[in-house]
């Protein structure tokens, strides 16, 4: 089997001093690849969103809200949500 790779580089003094010559350039100009911080783990905790997940088991089976979803999209049928919305606009 043989694969395809490609050669390492050598090493000469040119590519050391291109390298060099780089590494000056980025630091006269200021030019760092600095590492960001991360902020420690109690000071993360408070950008994340508080969610609250019920525990309670839903009463409708998955084959259920697979149904009624379909009937929504494909059959036309109004969902739930959108009959109490009509009720309370009356």
């Known amino acids: 089997v043989q694969y395809i790779s490609t050669p390492a580089p050598t090493v000469t ?3 050391t001093e291109s390298i060099e010559d780089i590494i000056r ?3 006269a100009d200021g030019d ?3 590492v960001l911080r991360k ?3 109690e000071q993360r905790a408070e950008y994340r969103p508080k969610v609250e997940l019920s525990t309670e088991k839903s009463k409708q089976g998955l084959g259920e809200e697979y149904a009624k979803e379909y009937e929504e999209k494909v059959l036309g049928n109004r969902s739930e ?3 109490k919305y009509t009720e309370e606009q009356q």
Request: proline residues 7%; aromatic residues 6%.
């Open 13 to 15: 003094q040119e590519v």
């Open 32 to 34: 760092y690849d600095d």
């Open 25 to 27: 350039r980025r630091i």
């Open 81 to 83: 949500t959108e009959i």
């Open 39 to 41: 902020l420690p783990m």
